[in-house]
Nanobody, 123 residues
């Protein structure tokens, strides 16, 4: 399994970014893809995840601002981030496993990880 994250960058407060996670190598459709983030000196935080059935969940800190979605034809999961705040600054990682939630992503439990993409929100 390979996960390739992209789309990070520098944006001003209130701006938007869209992260992409291109995946490959799954042998069946029973998997979930999610994002966690980690800022220097802070604990890892599970952000959002989407199951193979399309069920989504997000942490309270991003609800109403971030939206996770999937394009199965492109084997890509997106994280649309709107109304960005300086506290959203972090390296964002996409992860995958049979099942995901904010807690297991924060604990580093998912089996498959992609490289991080840096998001920096300036004040």
């Amino acid at each position: 399994v390979q996960l390739q994250a992209s789309g990070g960058g520098l944006v001003q407060t209130g701006g938007s970014l869209r992260l992409s996670c291109a995946y490959s190598g799954f042998t069946d459709d029973n998997f979930a893809i999610g994002w966690f983030r980690q800022a220097p000196g802070k604990d890892r935080e599970g952000v959002s995840c989407i199951s193979s059935d399309g069920d989504t969940s997000s942490s309270d800190s991003v609800k109403g601002r971030f939206t996770i979605s999937a394009d199965d034809a492109k084997n890509t999961v997106y994280l649309q981030m709107n109304s960005l705040k300086p506290e959203d600054t972090a390296a964002y990682y996409c992860v995958a496993d049979r099942a995901l939630n904010a807690q297991n992503m924060a604990l580093g439990i998912p089996r498959y990880w992609g490289h991080g993409t840096q998001v920096t929100v300036s004040s």
